[in-house]
């Protein structure tokens, strides 16, 4: 396993508006000008190429861009993240961190090739919901596509932050990807919580979910699960607001507090 690299908090927030005009100079100032349609959306990573080698992403592999000038991003096994300029049709990407959880060979070859790619100025082709991102030289490729939106209901999410009024946190190191909540169409939440098997009746009306008795299985994880589980169960309490945008979603307590989860 390599050495852990500085990973800073990664938030789902809401995509690069592609409006305005850009202001400042480095990697994430400003605001962007009209080009890429990249706001509100997801993109699932199909390849990269380095240097004439094509590597086929790994189930899983994805990016989105942020408002404040930001992708972030997983590898098919580490999360990434990176500051981005967007200027008309060209992307100029400076990466700045990415977990260093000890991936398979071949994860860890793609991923080597994708923070190889996704570098630099790099212009930006869409062609119906396929957009590639492509190096001055042409020696480096990002295949993208784009995601269809996510409903509510019917949907897997996996918990990705934790919300305490306008201020989101990482998950403990260690739970991530462990938490997943479904609310089925027969009106029951299911999932885990980190650890504990779940399920709710859950009434959607509106921005509002209304849980019932939660139950739980009674097993015993690891700590960090454990933690997560804690504060998962705390901010299900009482009625809940939800806001869904492409394939994120929030929920969030009267307290504000709550957490945020990606589909799929």
């Not at 480095?26 to 390849?47: F, K, M, N, Q, S």
């Not at 071949?106 to 570098?119: C, G, Q, S, Y």
């Amino acid at each position: 396993m390599k050495k852990p690299r500085v990973f800073a908090a990664l938030v789902p927030l809401l995509f690069l508006a592609a409006c305005g005009s850009q202001q400042g100079a480095g990697p994430g100032a400003g605001t962007v000008t009209p080009g890429l349609p990249v706001e509100g959306t997801d993109w699932t990573i199909g390849a990269v190429t380095v240097d004439g080698a094509r590597s086929a992403a790994p189930p899983g592999a994805r990016v989105a861009f942020t408002e404040d000038g930001r992708a972030r991003g997983n590898s098919g096994c580490n999360t990434f993240g990176a500051a981005v300029a967007v200027d008309g049709t060209t992307l100029t990407v400076a990466p700045s961190e990415v977990t260093e959880i000890g991936c398979p060979a071949d994860l860890d070859r793609f991923e080597t090739a994708l923070l190889k790619a996704f570098d630099g100025r790099l212009k930006g082709e869409l062609k119906g919901k396929a957009l590639t991102l492509t190096s001055p030289d042409g020696r480096r490729v990002v295949e993208l596509t784009a995601e269809p939106d996510a409903p509510l209901v019917g949907t897997t999410w996996t918990v990705d932050a934790l919300l305490s009024g306008k201020t989101a946190a990482s998950l403990p190191a260690g739970s991530e990807g462990k938490a997943k909540l479904t609310f089925g169409k027969d009106g029951r939440l299911t999932g885990s919580l980190g650890c504990n098997r779940v399920t709710a009746p859950a009434r959607i009306s509106g921005g509002t979910i209304t849980l019932g008795a939660i139950a739980t299985t009674r097993m015993i994880c690891t700590g960090p699960q454990m933690d997560l589980e804690t504060q998962l169960y705390e901010a299900l309490d009482g009625p809940l607001g939800y806001r869904l945008d492409h394939r994120t979603l929030t929920v969030t307590d009267a307290d504000g507090q709550g957490f945020t989860a990606t589909a799929g």
